[in-house]
């Protein structure tokens, strides 16, 4: 059993609340102990770290990262977004349904955890589809799914137009005390579009998608859950009047809650000037002023966590004129710099950061939020406060689709461990 | 994709994509030298030689007939090879990506691809993968732009006004699908127009339009007070029914250009449609080659324009 002792490090532990100095011993899979800033360092260990200026947080908790295995492995693999989610420091991640085959059936669950094993994955957390085939006719066998493992049902971004289905869809997982992840768009309204219904859209003669079909699913959704008393979760707001409708049903003590992609907090639709395919994303990047509404909704908690929304793409996906291209944008290596950007451009307290993609995003599926603490497993990462620019070259996953390359960084992660070993390590 | 520059270092279009960023400067030489060209037509001197030994190649995505024509006969009358592919159904459906066909023909030595295709920012696309030295020239993408429609609009508006600076024009109908609206506004506005107006019912105007300069109407009788000049837009018959408009009827009652409409025009106000019209819904039938009608003007400029940027893209760098 190996021993790595982190010294002279700020300890950030949101469950706990503690933000202070210390040092952190790991031995085996296991945090062995944790010290104080001046209890005495004279133990046996096998590799000693001097992290002095370093952060030591929690693995992040990713709530949507797509791996793209099964089925889609010309854009990417378990083994190569591994890598990337390791230096990302991603040591949780919710997986959702749209694999091909779709995650439907106790098999493709028991196929999945299997994959993700022989690649030494961090934990992967399934979300199971909410209907067969995610074709939107048919239930699916929820309970199976739960026993095989899923943390939560997911629609992903398919339409589930029949409004009956839907609500007994969410009767049905509430019955088994399932959380149901939408990511809401009303596929009619947003009517094929690929921009946001704006003056940047008009210009280029994209086909826009308006704020309404985020907004108009929402409520319908939440209407559902009034009935039902369903636990929702909604993944990806991405306009002002989606938190604010988020914000009232919390009010109302609805079982709602939502999260946002890092990248929505930075990038308006002012990135697709040009028809720059890598900010084709779904859903689609927005205004000025529903950016900034995103970031105070994630202040205040509203939007409880952020998510990577890992969408990595082979490039000739991005290869074609913009409305032609597939959406999304690779994400893992970019969750953790992204949302210590935002703490540090909004004043945002660090352990508030630190939560939004840690113990929050692991609640919401179920789990044991990450604890820095003797006994716990040890699942770390050390973040270094550190100027660098994003060139995207230097990516590990597979997709190195992003609209952000370029963007200057105010945080990095400088090493990840998982069950207590080093999967990511910089060097100084 | 790297962003595309429609103009070399020295200032000299390299491509025509769109007309928006373009100086008014480059938009004035080419309705100058378009000029030029007709003057010359007009003195039986309709062959020039300044194209000669390239090749251009007309790619077209989207059925066309009248503009596939007018810019191959600009060609023509440049001296260019021609090539004309009407490729929707033939190496797309068989798999070929755009990228890849772009690469074959490259491979043939075209130094310019006319490139019309349904998808909006195509034409940037293929700008952005071309080799060095390859021209692009939009004939058409989606609902972005047309810009050699933009500029025969502004000659014909040029010719007949007499400037473009001042003026008053209204572009009525469906400005949401209309790339011609797009690139028409755009150059208005570089060349100084007074007022842009776009009329229409609120499901045919875009969001933000406004924000491109355009003041946005729904009576039109308000919108064609004291302007110099109406531009028509062609209505897409088949996908407005039902879904944009109730009917025909309607839109052709609320904001077809009737007689009783154009009466109340100014004396030297002119009506423009880039075609092809449906008479008796955007115009009133007779109206089409009437007195203040300068639809046919368009076409004949049509060639001119498009040899004024073929020959400014690839003469000038001869």
């Known amino acids: ?428 | 994709m790297s962003a595309v520059s429609q103009l070399d270092d020295q200032g000299r279009l390299q491509h025509l994509l769109t007309l928006e960023g373009l100086p008014a400067a480059t938009l004035t030489d080419l309705l100058d030298h378009a000029d030029q060209y007709l003057d010359a037509g007009r003195n039986g001197d309709k062959k020039h030689a300044s194209l000669l030994g390239r090749t251009v190649i007309n790619l077209f995505f989207e059925p066309s007939t009248r503009t596939r024509t007018t810019f191959e006969l600009a060609a023509k009358r440049l001296s260019a090879d021609v090539l004309n592919l009407q490729v929707a159904a033939s190496s797309t459906s068989k798999g070929e990506t755009l990228f890849d066909t772009l690469k074959t023909l490259e491979a043939m030595q075209a130094d310019m691809f006319v490139i019309r295709h349904d998808a909006s920012g195509a034409a940037h696309f293929f700008a952005a993968h071309a080799a060095p030295g390859v021209a692009i020239l939009n004939a058409g993408d989606g609902r972005h732009a047309h810009p050699t429609q933009g500029l025969l609009d502004l000659l014909t508006v040029r010719q007949r006004m007499g400037r473009i600076a001042g003026l008053k024009v209204c572009l009525v109908g469906d400005i949401l699908h209309s790339r011609v609206a797009r690139s028409a506004i755009h150059g208005l506005r570089t060349l100084g127009a007074a007022e842009i107006r776009v009329a229409a019912p609120p499901t045919l105007i875009p969001a933000g339009i406004s924000a491109l300069g355009a003041q946005v109407f729904h009576d039109l009788d308000a919108a064609l007070d004291s302007v110099d000049v109406v531009m028509l837009l062609r209505l897409q018959k088949e996908r407005m029914l039902g879904a944009f408009l109730p009917s025909l009827g309607e839109f052709h009652r609320d904001y077809g250009l009737t007689h009783q409409r154009a009466a109340r025009l100014p004396d030297h106000a002119i009506v423009m449609h880039p075609g092809p019209i449906n008479r008796g819904v955007e115009i009133e039938g007779d109206m089409a080659y009437g007195p203040r009608s300068v639809i046919l003007e368009q076409v004949n400029n049509g060639i001119a324009v498009r040899m004024a940027v073929m020959d400014r893209i690839l003469g000038a760098r001869a």
């Open chain 1, 1 to 428: 059993m190996s021993r790595t002792l982190i010294s002279n490090v700020r300890i950030l532990d949101p469950v706990s609340g503690f933000d202070g100095p210390g040092h952190v011993l790991i031995d085996g899979g296991k945090i062995g102990a944790v010290l104080a800033a001046d209890a005495p360092l004279d133990m046996a260990v096998d590799q000693h770290i001097d992290a002095a200026g370093g952060w030591l947080v929690p693995g992040a908790v990713d709530l949507a990262a797509r791996f793209r295995e099964p089925g889609h492995t010309a854009k990417a693999d378990f083994a190569s977004e591994t890598r990337a989610a390791f230096a990302g420091g991603i040591t949780r991640f919710a997986l959702p349904p749209d694999t091909h085959p779709v995650l439907d059936t106790p098999a493709m669950i028991v196929r999945v955890l299997r994959i993700s094993k022989a690649a030494r994955s961090p934990w992967v957390m399934p979300l199971g589809a909410l209907t067969q085939g995610l074709a939107g006719t048919a239930l699916a066998e929820m309970s199976a799914l739960k026993t095989a493992g899923c943390v939560g049902l997911s629609q992903a971004m398919a339409p589930l137009d029949d409004p009956l289905l839907a609500r007994r869809a969410l009767e049905y997982a509430q019955g088994l005390g399932m959380t149901v992840h939408i990511q809401p768009l009303d596929a009619r309204i947003a009517n094929g579009g690929c921009a946001h219904e704006g003056a940047t859209a008009t210009r280029l003669g994209l086909s826009p998608i308006p704020v309404a079909a985020e907004v108009a699913a929402m409520r319908f959704w939440i209407s559902l859950v009034e009935d039902t008393g369903a636990r929702l979760h909604f993944g990806r707001l991405s306009t002002a009047r989606g938190a604010e409708l988020v914000a009232t049903a919390q009010a109302r003590d609805l079982p709602i809650s939502a999260d946002v992609a890092a990248h929505q907090l930075f990038l308006t639709d002012a990135a697709l000037d040009g028809f720059d395919p890598a900010a084709h994303l779904m859903p689609p990047l927005r205004s000025e002023a529903d950016r900034l509404a995103l970031r105070e909704a994630v202040k205040a908690g509203v939007i409880e966590a952020i998510c990577s929304d890992h969408q990595p793409h082979e490039a000739d996906a991005k290869r074609n004129p913009f409305p032609l291209t597939a959406a999304g944008a690779s994400g893992l290596e970019l969750l953790w710099p992204l949302t210590l950007k935002w703490m540090t451009e909004d004043g945002v307290e660090p352990l508030t950061a630190v939560q939004r993609v840690t113990s929050t995003p692991a609640r919401r599926l179920g789990l044991n939020p990450p604890v820095i603490s003797a006994g716990q497993p040890a699942d770390l990462a050390l973040i270094r406060p550190e100027t660098w620019t994003l060139d995207p070259k230097q990516l590990l996953s597979r997709g190195r689709n992003t609209p952000l390359a370029g963007m200057r960084f105010t945080h990095r992660v400088a090493a990840c461990w998982h069950l207590g070993v080093a999967r990511h390590r910089l060097s100084d």
